[in-house]
């Protein structure tokens, strides 16, 4: 039985738990009020039975489908003659793999020998028997635990705390899951940066001005030590996103004063929709449009004007992003523009402000928190940018601030750099992390400083 199935069987079987718990609830009731003799609701008892009868099963399904793989290969090298099981770790690692697609049905490399179909033919009976024996202990389990809830169901049995105490340990395992996945994020970057800055210094990275991260493959090989300055990097990072707020900041902030006090209720439905969809275009379509509308158009505009402009622009490239960016803009100012109290508004038209006095002198000032944390989280989008980077700006990391030139950013870099089977021995490898961690400060920097200006500047209404 497949895994999917399985877990479709278990949550039915909870299901059908919950429905005998919460009968043996009203069986066990007695007296004239028999709802009033139970300590909790019928249908605590009911979730109480299904919870003994869905967990257990699914933590013993998760830990059998992490062990099985390694114990099915376990077997398999065991079973092997002499000759490959003494063979070296790459060699073995190769053998096996060919063993499992030879039993899966893909692509193996090299000859298939008798030992091969042999140790293919093994893996599956293996996989088999473990299904099997997963099956019949997953829904063995979650019939026993079913079982052992029911028969504890009686009037005086407190089933409302039990079951609160499971889903606050389940929301506390989420929240753990969600803090311990981010530490791990942070400590791999981290500590794969620091390889790096043992082989280049943090003063070259920081503060070198050239880029150009290939590395000596061999060592006869030769100027391919690498340079590793990141400051053209961060320079078009700057450039790009600089570009992308200038174009997404006035209009989304222009877009959302409108929609919020001065649209008709039918232009907002109508317009609300409209920005929605344009937040739900894939990146890619975005690179697509800056590459084969924009980038041409900007270049025919600025010769026409007497200016050299490149195929590849950081201009393209960031007017592209800020229309992709138009949307969150707009929707996070239009959520702030909302929040303001609407005696606010009233209380400064009563005493003669027009509504464009209402909005800057009293709506704009109440909402100013929200607006702010709203564009810096727009600029971390920017930021974060890849596709559209790639294919209207280019790949060249040039130092300039000419907006009609080729640059590259900091994600462009660290896609380029990890594409393909990459071994992470190496500083143009290990570069990836160390832009990734500067990445990673900088975003958090900005989300620490939205924070703030929204605490420090928020102010509560009645």
Known sequence: MQTTTLT?????????????????????ATGPRKLLSLHSLPGYYGYYVAIWALLP???????????????????????????????????????????????????????????????????????????????????GLATLGGVFAWRKITPDFRARNHVERVISGLLIAASSIAIFTTVGIVMSVLFEAIRFFREVPLTEF????????????????????????AVPLFTGTLLITGIAMFVAVPVGMMTAIFLAEYSSSRIRAITKPVLEILAGIP?????????????????????????????????????????MIIPLVSSLSDDAINAVPR?????????????????????????????????????????????IVVMAAGLAANLTANPLEAVTTVTVQIVTLLVGDQEFDSAKTLAAFALGLMLFIVTLGLNVIGLHVVRKYREAYD
């Open 8 to 28: 479709l069987v278990i949550i039915a079987m909870a299901a059908g738990a919950f429905y005998f718990g919460r009968e043996r609830s009203l069986a066990v």
């Open 57 to 139: 099963a699914l933590a013993m399904l998760l830990v059998w489908t992490l062990i099985e793989p390694r114990v099915i290969v376990s077997l398999i090298v065991r079973s092997l003659p002499d000759a490959q099981r003494l063979m070296s770790a790459g060699e073995l690692n190769l053998l096996v793999n060919n063993i499992q697609n030879l039993a899966t049905g893909d692509v193996v490399s090299g000859d298939v020998d008798t030992i091969l179909q042999e140790a293919s033919v093994r893996y599956l009976e293996f996989a088999k028997t473990s299904r099997q024996l997963m099956a019949t202990l997953a829904i």
């Open 206 to 229: 920081l503060f070198g001005l050239n880029w150009s991260p290939q590395t000596a493959i061999r060592a006869d090989q030769v100027g391919s030590s690498g340079s590793f300055g």
């Open 283 to 323: 990146t890619v379509v975005y690179g697509f449009f800056a590459a084969l509308t924009v980038a041409p158009t900007v270049r025919h505009i600025g010769e026409s004007m007497g200016f050299e402009v490149a195929s590849e622009s950081a201009l393209a490239a960031g007017l592209v992003m800020g229309i």
């Open 343 to 387: 005696a606010m508004r009233d209380g400064a038209l009563a005493l003669g402000s027009t509504r464009s006095e209402t909005m800057t002198k009293v709506i704009l000032p109440a909402a100013l928190p929200g607006i702010v944390g709203g564009i810096l989280l727009a600029v971390s989008r920017a930021i974060g940018e890849t596709m």
